[in-house]
């Protein structure tokens, strides 16, 4: 099983920046695919971005097509930690963020979710 707790939602303006957190309850080097997802009010949750296991040489990133020039997904090892960078943030962007994680063994768990409000 893993355990996952998100941070660094909050609230901004228009154009501002966060990063989120995701810290897994067991080494990210053991689970398969980390993930952020979001869902908005009244909308289905979508896919914001992915990253695999491995190295900068192995591992394998996907974005959401609308995201992927503003959003960043990353990962330290050392930290144990993925991120989540999103830059100038838009009203759009107001969500619960979610972080997954999908195990070697095809299962999937879910963070409790962390709300990013943006607002003028």
């Known amino acids: 099983q893993v355990q996952l707790v998100e941070s660094g939602g909050g609230l901004v303006q228009p154009g501002e920046s966060l990063r989120l957190s995701c810290v897994p309850s067991r080494s990210i080097r053991t689970v398969y695919i980390m993930g952020w997802y979001r869902q908005a009010p009244g909308k289905e949750r979508e896919l914001v971005a992915t990253?695999?296991?491995?190295?900068?040489?192995?591992?394998?990133?996907e974005y959401a097509h609308s995201m992927q020039d503003r959003f960043t997904i990353s990962k330290d090892t050392a930290k144990n930690t993925v991120y989540l960078q999103m830059n100038n943030l838009k009203f759009e962007d107001t969500a619960v963020y979610y972080c997954k994680a999908r195990t070697y063994g095809d299962v999937d768990y879910w963070g409790q979710g962390t709300q990013v409000t943006v607002s003028s």
């Open positions: 990253i695999t296991s491995g190295d900068a040489n192995t591992r394998r990133i």
